[in-house]
């Protein structure tokens, strides 16, 4: 019924305005005259222009010429128009080329292969620890406290901290090395993870690692999963209850981490372990 009514109305308007008019959708009715076509869709034709085989080969054997081999094909299009000669656009020419296997650099190219992801592995106490610094707030806004932390990852047990008012490599070389003093490391006993923090790439940390034979280990660039120990210790500090917005001083941060991490290492069950 609504067919033959759009029959009719088609013969004295437009067909969208028969379809308004019925309510019908335009989509549906263009759709019902040309339906879609089942099975594999057929080969698309050739252009008109498409170039033969022979045009193809004669291409590449322009391009592989003494005279042209060196340059780019935009070059090389450019110096055969100036000749009054036109084989085809620079495009066809990359793709000709691509489809030869010969588009690509000349030159070396420098390589960078990925970086490994480090592998922090512990049997026992000593192995490995991992380090890092965050920042506190101070007093007032732009002031802030630094908060150097060592973590040994086999136990969680945080084996050295420090708070001060600025982060340099020569204070915290001074940290590790009274860290590891203090727990009786022996040259190589231990790994000593980080990030690529200023303080933790530093020459005077470097050389310290070095004489006391500690092995080093790094994050990848921009990737902190590589060091979640730290950061998963500094969100418990930054998330517990007690911990203020900003400290009043460094005597009132070093006051609240000394109680922190008394019950970070005695009282506190680690999700990890």
């Known amino acids: 019924m609504i067919d033959t009514a759009f029959t009719q109305l088609a013969e004295v308007t437009s067909t ?15 759709r019902r005259q040309a339906p879609p076509r089942l099975g594999p869709a057929p080969p698309r034709p050739a252009p008109p222009n498409n170039l033969t085989e022979a045009e193809r080969q004669h291409i590449l054997t322009v391009l592989r010429s003494p005279t042209y081999c060196d340059l780019a094909p935009a070059q090389v299009w450019a110096r055969l128009l100036d000749d009054g000669v036109y084989l085809c656009s620079i495009s066809t020419m990359y793709r000709l080329l691509s489809g030869a296997g010969e588009n690509r650099e000349r030159r070396r190219q420098r390589t960078h292969p990925a970086r490994k992801k480090p592998e922090l592995i512990a049997t026992g106490p000593n192995q490995v620890w991992s380090w890092d610094i965050t920042k506190l707030a101070g007093p007032t806004r732009g002031v802030y406290y630094k908060l150097f932390v060592i973590i040994d990852i086999y136990s969680r047990y945080v084996v050295g901290w420090t708070v001060a008012a600025a982060e340099t490599g020569q204070l915290a070389q001074e940290f590790i090395n009274q860290t590891l003093h203090s727990q009786g490391v022996e040259p ?3 790994t ?15 050389q310290l690692l070095v004489d006391l034979g500690v092995a080093r280990s790094h994050s990848r660039p921009h990737v902190s999963n590589d060091n ?20 009043g001083s460094i005597p009132d941060a070093r006051a609240f981490a000394t109680a922190f991490f008394e019950h970070y290492n005695h ?3 680690h999700a990890g372990m």
């Open 16 to 30: 969208a305005t028969a379809c308004r008019l019925l309510g019908k959708a335009s989509a549906t009715h263009y």
């Open 188 to 190: 190589g006993q231990l």
């Open 192 to 206: 000593l993870h980080a990030d690529r923090g200023t303080s933790m790439t530093s020459k005077p940390v470097a």
């Open 228 to 247: 979640p120990y730290s950061e998963a210790q500094f969100k418990t500090l930054k998330y517990c209850p007690a911990f203020p917005a900003r400290f």
């Open 267 to 269: 009282v506190h069950r």
